[in-house]
């Protein structure tokens, strides 16, 4: 069944799903649809969130997708289930399997979660851990500026730098081996934060563990894909400048960039 797969973000965080997506499932058409114009989602309130959720929902239910990932952590809190609810194919968020990875990967039960202002007061995450695991320990920390530096394409700066490991110095009192990085945008600092931990906590991008969901509904409904299609991105915002992050982070030649309004 070689209908695409739609996956929707804030920005450009959701390219860190995108890129396992093609690692692992290669020939799986994909339309991803990035809302720059109105991100960060995290300070905004839930109404909203929801609302523009639901813009890029529909514009990919018309294009015809067969399944949906919502690779942003903040509309995954609050708009999943409204999702589910309101479209037939399955959809699929990030915040679940990215629990799932690390309380595989945590050794002590002791998990620090960075995610946006929305997610962290969503508790989702906590949800999520604690519906695995009851008596795990989770350290949320808010990183709103973390999103910003993403977005602007200084997410290798020396100045990304300075601002992560401000961040995240209200951490240094807790304890815990397993640092999830709960935004889609997060991954991208992956390196400033595994320098700024000294490579001593096991970093979790639910990335890889959203790819294993989408491909285990895929083989079950039996709507793999077969022939390799290069993938469609829209943006809200500058295409000039999401092109760049494309090619930088997909490492895709020219890709295939355009914009959508809502």
Known sequence: MNAPIGVIDSGVGGLTVVREL?????????????DDARC?????????VLEFTMDMVK????MGIKMLVIACNTATAIALEEVRHQFDFPVIGVI?????????????????????LG????????????MQQPDATVHSLACPEFVPIVENGEYRSPAAKVIVDQTLQPLH??????????????????????????QQKR???????????????????????????EPIFYTTGLKEKFQLIVEDWLSIQKPDVRTIQF
Do not use: W
């Not at 093609?22 to 990035?34: D, S, T, V």
């Not at 514009?59 to 018309?62: G, I, T």
């Open 22 to 34: 093609r690692k692992f499932l290669p020939n799986e058409p994909i339309i991803y649809i990035g």
């Open 40 to 48: 960060p989602y995290g300070p905004r309130p839930s109404e909203e």
């Open 59 to 62: 514009s990919l239910a018309d």
């Open 96 to 116: 679940q399997p990215g629990a799932r990875a690390a309380l595989k990967a945590s050794q002590t039960s002791e998990i620090a979660v960075l995610g946006t």
């Open 119 to 130: 997610t962290v007061k969503s508790k989702a995450y906590d949800q999520a851990i604690h």
């Open 173 to 198: 009192k807790e304890s815990f081996d397993t640092v999830i990085l709960g935004c889609t945008h997060y991954p991208l600092l992956q390196e400033h934060i595994e320098e700024h931990f000294q």
């Open 203 to 229: 970093i979790i991008s639910s990335a890889v563990e959203t790819v294993a969901d989408v491909e285990s509904i895929l083989r079950k409904q039996q709507m793999l894909s077969v022939s390799a299609v």
